[in-house]
């Protein structure tokens, strides 16, 4: 894997904000590449400072340490102004399409929006044409350019979005959510429409998600992110067969298994109590306090990501070795059954 | 414009045709600007034509609104003064407008240190007593026609600013918002696009309402004899040229008082169906007593 393969990252990036409560360490130590070509799957609970993350890639939010870097370039310290060349790089499709979608506007003139800003048109006529080939591209019909979104279907919209993004041929496209406020429905077609996509134009993906069950038959590579850190990362067949870390396992077993017979057997790990406060968040490792394998050493010491196999890292000292068990979780003595 | 755009306005215009009070002022505030383009083609007489043989004459078939001191027909003279309360308002009006509008997207859109200097002005401004202030600039400035409108367009700025501020910090916190900075949209573009179509409807509420105040301030700042100098021929100093024979001439402050309340009143109701219709959440009283149990 060499420099050039990596198109977008954040090297060691914290983003902290300033509340009355405290300061919040939304994301706190992120290291993370997004290779081209790749749809790289980007999974926590709310809180878990993914959202955050995937926003400190276009650099919408600002870093308080760390770096980051979009297609060679490190956009850390770039002002306002500098950064809104690099926007055409790095696309976002955003959760809720009603609110990402100008209420007064045209579907037109969003999707032509990125065209204009960055000149990528010679001609209203050229913009005009280039509107209807990426409505096309997402199965919408061209006159869809003239209907406001109020008039359109959550998945339309979404549609829409994602036309949008495309629009400026970038080379990451941020996929934050870009499901979960629609209908199960409708889920699967943006889902299908996202893959299709990637495969004719060869798309880079960010793909951000709560929960595994939505990235599982999209991604190249999973990471997942607890209270600001990324606890595991690895391709999908080491995630999804041989979790490592006990917060991995966990958000596992919490994926519902089509087969009642396997789903009333199968042992389900349950967290107690909530995310901590990403304000103060536990000494040692974050995840000790609802882990139901943590120990006295938990406490201690933060884990470092460290290898655990091929192209799989997780941070945890007690790292699960446990048998391939998709349907059970990794099942150990000391993992409550539910 | 856009369909959304046309769409609205018929909303507009529908709802206000339901509306007999609105209808009533839209009526006369048509009248009014006919009056205020034709004025000096309607007057019976000329504004300055003296006749000493009918000085303060009563309403009669020649002069329907009689004469004043010096014999001028007063008919002649409200209607060609409709014209100058016409163009304060919208002059002083735009000027606030302009001048609100681009402090309060300055202030709500940058914040931080911007923001706190720019609406502290503003609260400044806004804690003069209108009249007060007015006063103070056409003192610095001296009397006439222009600096009235300065002076109305200055002290009506603060309350476009804070409306427009309150707008953007709404808007601004939209994800459309944020969707449009990640493809790389300029601030200016953002402001002008997604921005102030979406804060439009208070805004033209506000500036509705705010005629009928600036034509009001006007006609007070000409009243003090600030405003139009004379002998050209205002509401306001035509009231405060009646003043001294009141109890003798009744018809000197009547008439140009009625033109004075007739028009702030027909703003005002149009103003205040515009924001039943585009401002929805601000109930009108009707609608606060019928949710009450």
């Known amino acids: 894997m060499t420099a050039a393969d990596v198109v977008a990252e954040l090297d060691d990036l914290a983003v902290h904000f300033p509340t009355r409560a405290g300061v919040v360490r939304a994301v706190d130590g992120v290291t993370l590449a997004v290779r081209r070509g790749e749809t790289l799957g980007l999974v926590g609970e709310s809180g878990s400072g993914k959202s955050t993350a995937g926003l400190a890639l276009l650099r919408l939010v600002d870093p308080t340490s760390g770096r980051v870097r979009v297609a060679g370039a490190d956009v850390t310290r770039w002002s306002r102004r500098r950064l809104r060349g690099m926007r055409r790089h790095v696309a976002m499709v955003f959760q809720d399409p009603q609110a990402s979608l100008d209420p007064r506007r045209t579907v037109g003139d969003s999707i032509a929006e990125p065209l204009t800003v960055h000149r990528l048109a010679a001609s209203a006529a050229a913009r005009r044409a280039r509107v209807a080939e990426l409505l096309d591209l997402v199965g919408l019909r061209a006159e869809t350019a003239d209907r406001h979104p109020h008039e359109l279907s959550g998945g339309q919209r979404q549609r829409v979005g994602v036309a949008r993004a495309l629009a400026g041929e970038p080379d990451l496209i ?165 | 414009m856009s369909a959304t755009t046309e769409r609205t306005a018929r909303r507009v215009l529908d709802a206000l045709r339901r509306d007999p009070l609105a209808v009533g002022g839209t009526v006369v505030l048509v009248l009014l600007v006919v009056v205020g383009v034709a004025g000096p083609w309607l007057a019976p007489a000329g504004v300055n034509d003296v006749d000493v043989d009918q000085m303060l004459r009563p309403p009669s078939g020649a002069h329907p609104f009689g004469t004043d001191e010096l014999g001028r027909d007063v008919l002649s003279r409200v209607l060609v003064a409709a014209r100058v309360s016409l163009q304060v308002g919208a002059v002083s009006v735009g000027i606030a407008l ?31 007593p209108v009249l007060l202030l007015a006063v103070a600039i056409v003192a610095v400035l001296g009397p006439g026609l222009l600096t009235a409108m300065v002076a109305i367009g200055v002290v009506y700025t603060p309350i476009f600013a804070r409306i427009t501020r309150a707008g953007v910090l709404s808007v601004r916190e939209q994800v459309f918002v944020r969707a449009a900075v990640s493809i790389g949209a300029s601030d200016l573009r953002i402001m002008r696009r997604h921005v102030l179509p979406n804060i439009a409807a208070p805004l033209i509420v506000q500036t509705s309402l705010s005629l009928a105040f600036a034509i009001l301030s006007e006609a007070a700042l000409s009243f003090l004899g600030l405003g139009i100098q004379p002998p050209a021929p205002a509401w306001g100093r035509m009231l405060f040229d009646g003043r001294g024979f009141v109890t003798d001439a009744w018809w000197l402050g009547v008439f140009p008082g009625a033109a004075i309340f007739l028009t702030v009143l027909a703003f005002n109701l149009v103003g205040d169906a515009l924001r039943d219709v585009l401002d929805p959440r601000q109930l009108t009283l009707a609608e606060a007593r019928r949710s009450t149990p």
């Open chain 1, 174 to 338: 941020v996929l934050d959510e870009p499901i979960a406020s629609l209908d199960l429905s409708v889920q699967a077609q943006i889902m299908n429409l996202l893959r299709h996509l990637q495969r004719d134009l060869g798309l880079t993906y960010l793909f951000i998600a709560h929960d595994l069950a939505a990235v599982e038959h999209m991604s190249d590579r999973i990471a997942v992110m607890y209270l600001g850190r990324i606890v595991e990362t690895g391709p999908p067949e080491r995630i999804y067969r041989q979790p490592a870390h006990p917060y991995t396992a966990a958000l596992l077993s919490a994926v519902p298994v089509a087969d009642p017979r396997v789903e009333r057997e199968r042992r389900r790990i349950v967290l107690t109590g909530d995310i901590p406060s990403p304000v103060d968040p536990p000494g040692g490792c974050r995840f000790r306090t609802r882990c139901p394998r943590a120990r006295d050493e938990c406490a201690r010491t933060d884990p470092a990501l460290a290898e655990v196999g091929p192209d799989h890292r997780a941070a945890c000292l007690f790292p699960l070795d446990g048998e391939p068990d998709r349907d059970g979780g990794p099942a150990r003595e000391d993992v409550p059954a539910a």
């Open chain 2, 98 to 128: 302009v001048a609100g509008v681009t402090l309060g997207l300055l202030a709500g859109y940058y914040r931080g240190w911007l923001d706190s200097v720019l609406m502290r002005a503003m609260d400044v401004l806004f804690a003069f």
